[in-house]
């Protein structure tokens, strides 16, 4: 079996056709007919993708799709659509949908497009830059199971020589590091690449505070306080790489004293 899909749709036919050529190339297919519905069985069950339509009666296929982000805030989402609808699809896109397919759908896209996101996973290529291995080792491990694409460095040295030869989407950089602060890094991969997002992350909050807090005023996206919650790293750098895909990221900083 190669996954399981969501199909969502209002239209019965539709998703008769459809499941039978999803289950025909290997997929195992559960469905749906309203976005209700899938909104019940994506809080009960996993799935590898949805595959939803994005305007239907009730909820549409985006206000489904944010409802199930609640329960899963990196679920895959393919939106598909007979009509259009250029302001649902904007949203969509902008809530994180992988992509929005035209009705009849191209099969040959849509397969395209499941084997991109399957690959790729949530597409991101990261940085992790901190002195402490051990940390750098676990962060690796556990965003590449996630599909992050991931580099390590442990001294400023070896920071700014990879943003000197690979691009980024986030750097996740340490604010105490030896010979230089995470501030002076910061501005020198920041000079480097202009578009690169970072998130700051260190065990003296208390200690680094008017660092981090000048880091988040230069454009920093948000702080996070060691040890690491896997979890808040991960919806962290979804949002953040989800919005870069989608065009619309803007930058929201987190302060170490709440604020």
Not at 68 to 80: F, G, L, S, T
Not at 115 to 135: C, K, P
Not at 179 to 196: D, F, H, S, T
């Amino acid at each position: 079996m190669k996954g399981r899909i969501l199909l969502v749709d209002d239209n019965v036919e539709f998703l008769d056709s459809t499941r039978d050529v999803l289950e025909i190339e290997g997929y195992e297919v559960v469905t749906a007919a309203s976005g209700e519905e899938a909104i019940r069985l994506a809080a009960a069950e996993g799935f590898d993708l949805i595959l939803m339509d994005i305007k239907m009666p009730g909820k549409n296929g985006v206000e489904s799709f944010i409802e199930m982000k609640k329960h899963n805030p990196r679920i895959e989402v393919i939106m598909a659509t007979a009509y259009s609808v250029q302001d649902l699809i904007t949203q969509a896109l902008k809530e994180g949908a992988r992509a929005v397919l035209q009705k009849p759908l191209d099969l040959t896209r849509l397969f395209t497009t499941i084997q991109d996101i399957r690959s790729r996973g949530r597409g991101g290529v990261v940085l992790v830059a901190d002195d402490d291995r051990a940390l750098c080792d676990s962060i690796r491990d556990n965003l590449e199971h996630e599909g992050y694409s991931v580099c390590t460095a442990n001294d400023p040295a070896g920071i700014i020589a990879q943003a000197e030869a690979r691009a980024f989407d986030v750097l996740l950089l340490d604010m105490k590091l030896p010979i230089l602060n995470g501030l002076e890094v910061y501005r020198q991969v920041k000079a480097l690449q202009p578009g690169i997002v970072a998130v700051l992350i260190s065990g003296y909050a208390g200690e680094m505070g008017d660092l981090i807090n000048q880091t988040l005023n230069e454009s920093a996206h948000a702080f996070l306080r060691k040890p690491i919650d896997m979890q808040e790293l991960l919806t962290t750098l979804d949002e953040i790489c989800t919005a870069k895909r989608a065009g619309t990221y803007t930058k929201k900083g987190s302060r170490p004293d709440g604020g």
